[in-house]
């Protein structure tokens, strides 16, 4: 559990170490209502575009924070972004939907379609070791 991280997304926990300082308290709240609607490998899918990892980390660190910014889209086409992520940073742009049920939608696609890079990747203990490229003069 140290080195993968916790197996289940606490919502409670997600949110101590969430950062939205720039987000509107009406927005914010509708991104939480998302959240807490979700199920545990929604919650995964979500927490992998935004992270790049499917758990969270058992001990958090100030780099372990969530920055959840309003992308700046105008109100009146909103509803026709998806969310983007910034998996390095650990930030989630999200624009100012007009409703639950379309940022939910909006967060879910992007989490389901979007590429991801996945942290959380094993290399099989059987795979073979390269440790330099050689390349071959033809």
Known sequence: ????????????????????????PNIMNMFWDVIESLSQTQLCLVLKFICGRSTLPLRPTSSHAIKVQL?????????????????????????????FFIMR???????SH?????????????APRRTRIEFQEE
Not at 6 to 14: G, Y
Not at 86 to 94: D, G, K, P
Not at 114 to 126: H, M, S, T
Request: hydrophobic share 35%; with cysteine.
């Open 1 to 24: 559990m140290l080195v993968c991280g916790r197996q289940t997304i606490s919502v409670p926990f997600l949110k101590s170490m969430t950062n939205n300082a720039d987000v509107p």
């Open 71 to 99: 992308n700046s889209k105008d109100e009146s086409v909103a509803d026709q972004y998806l969310p983007v992520a910034h998996t390095c940073y650990w930030t989630l742009n999200i624009p100012p939907y007009s409703s």
């Open 114 to 126: 979007g590429k991801a890079i996945d942290l959380d990747f094993e290399v099989p203990r059987n």
């Open 105 to 111: 939608q909006k967060l879910l696609y992007a989490a």
